[in-house]
């Protein structure tokens, strides 16, 4: 059983950044895919970053460019850095993990573990 907890969330103006951490504990991370996904009011969760045990990454396409993904499985963590923030990214950020041997996803339904999720709001 592995319980995650994200940090990092708050209220930034639009143009800002924040960085997201989700730490790991029960388990160590290092089999899993770690994922970070949104879900914003009304709407379902969807995928914003996820990194492979082999360090590729994949972004949604309304993030790349601006959104950085890693981890640091020394340190149980996963990490999303977020730059030029818009208020369309307002949401509540999630991190989710998958075994690496089932295989990439971007379906929340195939994330076994979550965090309780952090609160991101970008005023304009």
């Known amino acids: 059983q592995v319980q995650l907890v994200e940090s990092g969330g708050g209220l930034v103006q639009a143009g800002g950044s924040l960085n997201l951490s989700c730490v790991g504990s029960g388990e160590p991370l290092r089999g899993y895919l770690i994922a970070w996904f949104r879900q914003a009011q009304g709407q379902e969760r969807r995928m914003v970053a996820v990194?492979?045990?082999?360090?590729?990454?994949n972004y949604a396409d309304s993030v790349n460019g601006r959104f950085a993904i890693s981890r640091d499985d020394a340190k149980n963590t996963g990490y999303l850095q977020m730059n030029s923030l818009k208020p369309d990214d307002t949401a509540v950020y999630y991190c989710g993990l998958r075994r690496s041997y089932l295989g990439y996803s971007e379906r929340a339904s195939d994330y076994k573990y979550w965090g309780p999720g952090t609160q991101v709001t970008v005023s304009s």
């Open positions: 990194i492979t045990g082999g360090g590729s990454e």
